[in-house]
């Protein structure tokens, strides 16, 4: 028989339903195993045994990455795990080794082709986390940007074995994003997260800023690249490349981003005064003459180019294959995937389906998965969109489509689960993209379809990308984003339902109830406010504060309010019979009818909540995907 325990807190009673046999949680697996490549460089160097050429990359993944290449012409592969969760950035030394700058922790690796070996240069003594980027200079000393927490350069010395901080490029700020060594031996740091651009001579110990002014309210010098006489850097947000004369440290023109794009990206392998970019998000290749600013563009939607090789083969990453692209001949002449399997990507999102299964995200590589409910099968289905980031907010809209905002620039798509798959910005595109809410919003917290056919979406913004974050109101048939920056205290809100009637939200600590036909907030009231969800009879259970408590609709009124013998809930999902079911890292729990009485099912949780058409309720803990089912 169930038990019933009443706790008096504060005056109110809160009740807890404790099943006599508690419901079991099983482990589905990893839900996806999709890396990323994005902040990865490329290079180019002797395969295994010092044969052929081999093209050198790396990844991120939160259960681990390793070195992988690939030589096109030879068609031989090598993998070599990393003692790290990923390698950012890397560069070839003199001797012919490759360097790679590792993610967590931060320290740099050097692998040999000739001996086919991997050791390890401690930098992470300096207290630094990433190394973003890596550059050779030409008396063999390989530096770093060690960037994360702290904007500094390290190096390494191949030929002495000494290993040196240089100290902060710009005290204050947290990324040293990118780095690279002119002709004339000095070294160029790009920083973030308020721009700058410095300049470090290793013979004197001093640095120089050399950013315009003009720039100094962006956001980072996310790509540097060394070319002849010149340095290339290109800023975000401004979306612009200035071109350099190494010498004088002087802008010698500007390279504006191309209509409907986002940023220009830099590839290694210019020489002369020839230099490649590519864009954000399009991926158009081009190659830049840096004595006139032309441009040549060389194919179109091709993925991040990493290298030019004798200005004919782009080597390039697009998703998860090595690609390589034929200049001349104007083809694909390779395309093969560099890792198989893995310890998977930390899930991002959770929503129900339509069809009774579940789908999800996972983090920085913007694929989605479905978890097949009769099965428990889980299928990687893909990446949405050639936006870089993860998709951070999903949810099922009435209509039967999930609708999901991504990181970076909150990017608004929409899947139906029973069309083909076919992501693009066509209007029979599945995903389709509709595209950035704009006004420098960066990450969606939540969305919902709201009763007009509009999409809502709660978001804030990253990088100095703007003040505050936003609720946006998205026509999904025009694209046309409604962004209320001030639409509750702070501008950002993040958690979002709807029903046939309202749309019900938190933000700015405020929970409140927006009418689309009138056009303004019918209810609000101040309240610290978790999660939120949908149950039977027009009412919303909202938990937060260490409350549950119930908006009903019919009398615009908080109806009724307990304490969560449970604890806030970080996320809540409707299922089939209409009520909530709630997570925690500590439980999952079903939300009675009333709203307030809570029935613990799970003492073990996690983040993120789904329901299948059964009734079982779906979070996870890391790159796994968790079920919990009645007894059996």
Known sequence: MRSIIAAVVCGCVGVVVARAEPWRVESLGIASNAVNYENTGGVLAAGPKGEGVMFYTSYYRSTGAELVGYDFRRKTAMRTKLPSNGGYGLTVGNDGSVYIGGVMPGDLYRYEPKTDTLTSVETKQFGVQYIWDAATAGNGVVYGAAGYPLTKLVSFDPNTGQVRDHGEMTPGQQYLRSVCVDAHGKVWCGIGTQAHLVVFDPAAGTKKE???????????????????????????????????????????????????QKCWALADGGSGHTAYLWTVPSQDAYRCDLQDGSLTCLVERFGQVKVVEDDRWLHAIEDQSYVVYDVEAKRVVTEHRLTAGGDGMVVFSLTNGPDGNVYGSTYINMHIFRCDAASGALTDLGKISQWAGQVDSMSLGRDGRIYMGAYTDAVVSIFDPAQPWRPGLKADSNPREIGPVGEGQYRTKANCLGPDGRIYVGSIPSYRSAETGAFTICDPKTGEMDVRLDFVQGGAVHALVADERYVYGAGGGEFFVYDPAAKEKHFRVERPVTAIARIKGGKVVVSGGGKLFVYDRETNTIAAERPNPAGDFSHMATGPDGQAYGVNKNRVARIGEDGTSVEILANEGGQFAAVDGHGRVYFARGPALFRCAPPK
């Open 210 to 260: 050399v950013l315009p002014e003009k720039y100094a309210t962006d956001s980072m010098v996310y790509d540097l690249t060394a070319v002849g006489d010149y340095v290339v850097a290109s800023i975000r947000f401004s979306g612009d490349v200035l071109v350099y004369d190494a010498a004088t440290c002087k802008v010698v023109r500007t390279i504006p981003k191309p209509d409907k």
